[in-house]
């Protein structure tokens, strides 16, 4: 075993900083250094796809079998999941191991953690999405605006009030629009902890219900509000609080407006309830729903689920602002059936 593992340079293979592992052609871990061990336990023996990939059955692109094959090298990019269960991404380098005849007995993998490097790609790739989506959110809402006033001129060449109420009503519009828009940025961009008011979760949700209700009669959405009559005060922020359920309401109010089937009444409800000391805030929409990977991206920063028309800003404050208050927010959804978020945040206790 030695000429075709590990242990003439054991010492020295151990403090190498990468994972290293020798494979027989059945695939059996023969040897493995010490930092393999420490994040895979000691699986001499056991299959390496069972080991790093939890399959039952040998991976359809394994470079071990391909060096094998033809007794060269290969390097390829592998999603592993340690004994902890952690997905970690690696580049994966495998080298031949001949005998003294120069038959191949074995396989040597080298492999490089590269999860922090990717983790960071993934994070400039979602800010230069999100950078466009900006760009792209604030061209349009400046186009308004220019028609806006554009309108008002006229009004006001022509005299003519109907134009200038128009006009300005775009105006307003779009300033509203921008302004939420640039709020939103700042209050992802810092850390803080909110200041701890008493907040009545169920006024605040009537509040928003109302505000809402005419964006959802616009687009022929029907918008039910099943608030619980007791109060459900929060320690918070009021102006947060408003914030999530508004960012909530308005996420599911556009997801039924880009649901295409003509089948169904469009709905959305906003509930509130008590469970135990916590308030719970709903809310539902019988929109087009989400598939699985969807779901599990949902509250990560940036991402959003209308293709080009969204920034993901909304769920991203929601997401904080249910965290920093000490709660939680999830979803629950599948394709074509809806979804609901549901947020829990721990409610005043009175001695």
């Known amino acids: 075993m030695a000429d075709a593992g590990l242990k003439p340079c054991r010492n020295l293979i151990d403090e190498v900083p990468c994972f290293i592992s020798v494979q027989d052609r059945d695939l059996r871990i023969i040897e493995a250094n010490r930092t393999f061990v420490e994040s895979f336990g000691s699986r001499i023996g056991a299959h390496c796809y069972e080991v790093y990939k939890r399959r039952s059955d040998r991976c359809p692109d394994c470079p071990v079998l391909e060096t094998f094959d033809d007794g060269k090298r290969h390097a390829d990019e592998h999603v592993w999941i340690d004994?902890?269960?952690?997905?970690?991404?690696?580049v994966v380098h495998t080298s031949p191991i001949r005998d003294s005849l120069g038959e191949i007995t074995a396989v040597m993998e080298v492999s490089d953690d590269i999860t922090e490097l990717r983790t960071l790609q993934d994070k400039l790739a979602a800010l230069g999405g999100l950078v466009s989506s900006i760009?792209?959110?604030?061209?349009?809402?400046?186009e308004g605006l220019r028609g806006g006033v554009y309108i008002v001129n006229l009004g006001l060449r022509d005299n003519n009030q109907r134009d200038i109420r128009t006009g300005w009503e775009m105006v307003e519009r779009n300033v509203g629009r921008l302004s939420a828009m640039i709020l939103d940025m700042l209050y992802c961009s810092k850390d803080r902890a909110p200041r701890r008011l008493p907040v009545s979760v169920s006024a605040v949700a009537k509040e928003v219900a109302q505000l809402f209700a005419p964006r959802a009669a616009e687009r022929s959405i029907r918008l039910d509000a099943e608030i619980a009559g007791e109060a459900l005060t929060v320690p918070g922020e009021p102006k947060d609080v408003h914030s999530?359920?508004?960012n909530l309401l308005a996420n599911a109010i556009d997801a039924c407006a880009a649901d295409e089937s003509d089948d169904k009444e469009s709905r959305v409800v906003v509930r509130v309830l008590s469970e135990g000391n916590h308030a719970v805030v709903e809310v539902e929409d019988n929109g087009p729903g989400m598939d699985d990977e969807t779901r599990a991206r949902l509250f990560s920063r940036f991402f959003s689920t209308k293709g080009g028309l969204g920034t993901g800003l909304g769920l991203m404050v929601a997401h904080k602002v249910a965290t920093e208050h000490g709660g939680t927010i999830a979803v629950r959804s599948a394709p074509g059936e809806g979804a609901?978020?549901?947020v829990r945040l721990p409610m005043e206790v009175h001695q």
């Not at 004994?83 to 690696?90: A, D, L, T």
């Not at 760009?135 to 400046?142: E, F, G, V």
């Open 135 to 142: 760009a792209h959110s604030i061209k349009n809402m400046l």
């Open 244 to 246: 999530l359920i508004s």
């Open 340 to 342: 609901t978020f549901t």
């Open 83 to 90: 004994s902890s269960g952690k997905e970690m991404y690696v």
